[in-house]
């Protein structure tokens, strides 16, 4: 690894002139900034994120910031990034943004008060515009779900075609009326699946009608609700495509008297296990939680002068087939579920 003693006599300069270069002193006579900057490219110099992090007067700390520490997705999510900050020196804070999205920029804001070195976040709400004037002092990177009204680095995966994956799974079964439950529209994920879920229908030929599409799913009750509408209609669905894990999670008992097949898109735990067993279209949130720790990393140690554009990583899905039940052969008694591995 280049050291700034090597910088330093690569550019015919003083220590202290590498040093005040990566500060952007404005002191520093052109000619010789011009020469540390070349120095620093030509060597591959990338300062210590720690030191920097330090002499901004800003902890050795990266905040992040999910919906719910108890969703499997988010928790894998926090459990990569803070493995990898650990590996540079730095540790980490999470806050559990909840479920008001009203809530999200006091939250926010008081994570940034810590004065963190950078902050990673998996938005509640549908306008992220409040961190227009912070953003630029700290890193902040986005995952899962894209922010609105702000540019800023985001990692997620690929919600369309995970969406297809999962459509043409349910149409290669045999289902021809296939409903799509989820929590809330205002959600880029859930807007992202609710739509590849129509294009889905309507490219097959299959009917798209509003009977068949639930939202607010976000306890029991409504779980229970959205599943006896389905059911008691006049002509009910035979399938459900639910549009993350914790949705699937409270559909799976509502569903256990109910012919109706079950693709989740987002795995949890024991859904392997259930009779018939799950077949996933399955994603990486520890992908997700190493990703964005690198990339908060990568801009704390950026070269003064460097100019980075926000990133969209859009990471891709698979389908993980197993053995199931074409449509029309579950009994009453037994739940013949599907699932489609999260993006939250």
């Known amino acids: 690894m280049t050291t700034m003693r090597e910088v330093a006599a690569h550019a015919r300069v003083s220590q202290k002139t590498v040093s005040r270069v990566f500060n952007d002193d404005p002191q520093v006579r052109p000619e010789a900034r011009e020469r540390v900057l070349r120095a620093m490219a030509e060597l591959d110099y990338v300062p210590n994120p720690m030191a920097k992090a330090f002499r901004s007067g800003r902890s050795p700390m990266i905040s992040l910031a999910v919906p719910d520490l108890l969703d499997p997705f988010f928790a894998a999510i926090v459990r990569a990034a803070d493995e990898e900050a650990h590996g540079a020196d730095m540790c980490t804070s999470v806050t ?3 479920e008001d999205p009203a809530r999200e920029p006091e939250l926010i804001r008081s994570v940034l008060r810590r004065a963190p070195s950078g902050v990673i976040i998996a938005p509640i709400s549908g306008d992220q515009s409040y961190l227009s004037d912070e953003a630029p002092a700290v890193p902040v990177v986005f995952v899962d779900r894209p922010p609105t009204g702000l540019s800023a680095d985001t990692i997620r995966h690929d919600d369309a075609a995970g969406a297809r994956m999962a459509m043409s ?3 290669e079964q045999g289902h021809r009326r296939i409903a799509f439950v989820g929590d809330r529209l205002d959600l880029p994920t859930t807007r992202s699946r609710l739509g590849e879920y129509l294009r889905s229908l309507r490219r ?4 798209t009608s509003r009977d068949l599409i639930r939202l607010g799913v976000i306890d029991r009750g409504s ?5 006896a509408e389905l059911v008691q209609a006049d002509d009910p669905p035979s399938a459900v495509f639910s549009s993350n894990a914790r949705a699937s999670m409270l559909l799976v ?3 256990q008297h109910s012919p109706m097949a079950l693709v989740s898109f987002g795995d949890f735990p024991m859904a392997e296990s259930l009779t018939p067993p799950v077949c996933a279209v399955a994603q990486d949130p520890e992908e997700i939680g190493r990703r964005a720790a690198r990339l908060i990393l990568q801009r704390l140690g950026q070269t003064v002068g460097a ?9 891709p899905v698979r ?3 197993r053995a199931g039940r074409p449509a029309g052969s579950q009994r009453p008694s037994e739940l013949a579920l599907t699932t489609v591995h999260r993006a939250a």
């Open 96 to 98: 559990s943004l909840g």
């Open 169 to 171: 799974h349910f149409q």
């Open 204 to 207: 097959a030929g299959l009917p």
């Open 223 to 227: 779980a229970e609700r959205a599943v």
């Open 253 to 255: 008992p509502a569903l």
């Open 307 to 315: 100019h980075a554009a926000c990133r969209d990583e859009v990471l």
């Open 319 to 321: 389908m993980v087939e």
